[in-house]
T-cell receptor, first 116, second 109 residues
Framework: GAGVSQSPRYKVAKRGQDVALRCDPI?????LFWYQQALGQGPEFLTY????????KSGLPSDRFFAERPEGSVSTLKIQRTQQEDSAVYLC??????????????FGPGTRLLVL | GQNIDQPTEMTATEGAIVQINCTYQ??????LFWYQQHAGEAPTFLSY????GLEEKGRFSSFLSRSKGYSYLLLKELQMKDSASYLC??????????FGTGTKLQVIP
């Protein structure tokens, strides 16, 4: 596709609900990243995929957060039993390769999650 | 871990030049990105430095000194549309990019 797309753009969840956030990276991009961005802060790294392999999940804040990319393209970030502190914008980014300028990350528009 | 320091806010006048500084400490270093983020929008790529020195791209330039753990973004001929947050993002370990909190730039007439 022309760019990274994410859905839904907005999500309101009641505390305790499970949510699933989808990311469609740029076609052919090997690397995919998820970030969490709180208001007034920079994006915080959550997890990284190279094709279907999740190579780094050190940023996932708890075991309620789970991400997958089973076929090396579309990725889903799942949050179980949502808490109010999970309210944030969730950004997905993809990059073509794994070295040099091909590492430039292109961001999707984000999913704004509000947990009530 | 990684520690990134950049000013929280800056104000500059339309048509002027502004320099946004960033210092960082990383466990390993493999390049530094600058991103622009308008309010409510996703970050967009501005520049990428791997080697020391100045990289110029139109009105925007970025400088890197690896030995000092220092970078700056230089914006020339400021326009109102340049009002945004500017994120310094060094790449440390394998593929992991860490973003600073960003510098919110306000351009005034």
């Amino acid at each position: 596709g022309a760019g990274v797309s994410q859905s839904p753009r907005y999500k309101v969840a009641k505390r305790g609900q499970d949510v699933a956030l989808r990311c469609d990276p740029i076609s052919g991009h090997v690397s995919l990243f998820w970030y969490q961005q709180a208001l007034g802060q920079g994006p915080e790294f959550l997890t990284y995929f190279q094709n279907e392999a999740q190579l780094d999940k050190s940023g996932l804040p708890s075991d309620r957060f789970f991400a997958e990319r089973p076929e090396g393209s579309v990725s889903t970030l799942k949050i179980q039993r949502t808490q109010q502190e999970d309210s944030a914008v969730y950004l997905c980014a993809s990059s073509l390769g794994t070295s040099g300028s091909t590492e430039t990350q292109y961001f999707g528009p984000g999913t704004r999650l509000l947990v009530l | 871990g990684q520690n990134i320091d950049q000013p929280t806010e800056m104000t500059a006048t339309e048509g002027a030049i502004v320099q946004i500084n960033c210092t960082y400490q990383t466990s390993g270093f493999n390049g530094l990105f600058w991103y622009q983020q308008h309010a409510g929008e996703a970050p967009t790529f501005l520049s990428y430095n791997v080697l020391d020195g100045l990289e110029e791209k139109g009105r925007f330039s970025s400088f890197l000194s690896r030995s000092k753990g220092y970078s700056y973004l230089l914006l020339k001929e400021l326009q109102m549309k340049d009002s945004a947050s500017y994120l310094c993002a060094p790449r440390g370990g394998y593929q992991k990019v860490t973003f600073g909190t960003g510098t919110k730039l306000q351009v005034i007439p």
